[in-house]
């Protein structure tokens, strides 16, 4: 029983280490889905129905992690520097809100504020 006890102990303390220093923030949050998002988008392997799907799932997500940042306390004030680099860059940041705006796609929206055209996808060649 005393042999079980060790690995027990170390089990457990070093889940209470990971849980306390495993913290991230709305923004943190809010780029690791907008990533997963575009991602999903540019998945050639999936077919076009499961990324309709997927698309609309994380707009979802997206839109209620973009309200929780929105809604983040320590934005009053000063803010951290996230907060001041994500409210400049408002386009790309919060996305859903901002295509909402301009009435596009989220995806396409996302392309129009990087300077993605069909005609530079097009143009572009492959290099392996």
């Known amino acids: 029983m005393r042999h079980y006890l060790i690995p027990t102990l170390v089990a ?5 280490f990971i849980s306390s220093t495993s913290s991230a923030s709305s923004f943190d949050n809010l780029e690791r889905e907008r990533a997963l998002t575009i991602l999903k988008y ?13 698309l609309e799932n994380a707009k979802r997500r997206l839109l209620d992690l973009e309200r929780i940042a929105l809604q983040e306390k320590n934005l009053r004030g000063i803010g951290s520097y996230k ?16 295509s909402a705006e301009s009435g596009k796609n989220i995806i396409i929206h996302w392309m129009d504020s990087i300077g993605l055209t069909s005609s530079s996808i097009n143009s572009a060649r492959v290099v392996k």
């Open 83 to 98: 907060a001041m680099r994500a409210f400049s860059d408002y386009e790309k940041t919060f996305l859903v809100h901002a």
């Open 12 to 16: 457990s303390l070093s889940l209470a």
């Open 42 to 54: 540019m998945d050639a392997d999936i077919g076009e129905h499961h990324r309709i799907v997927a």
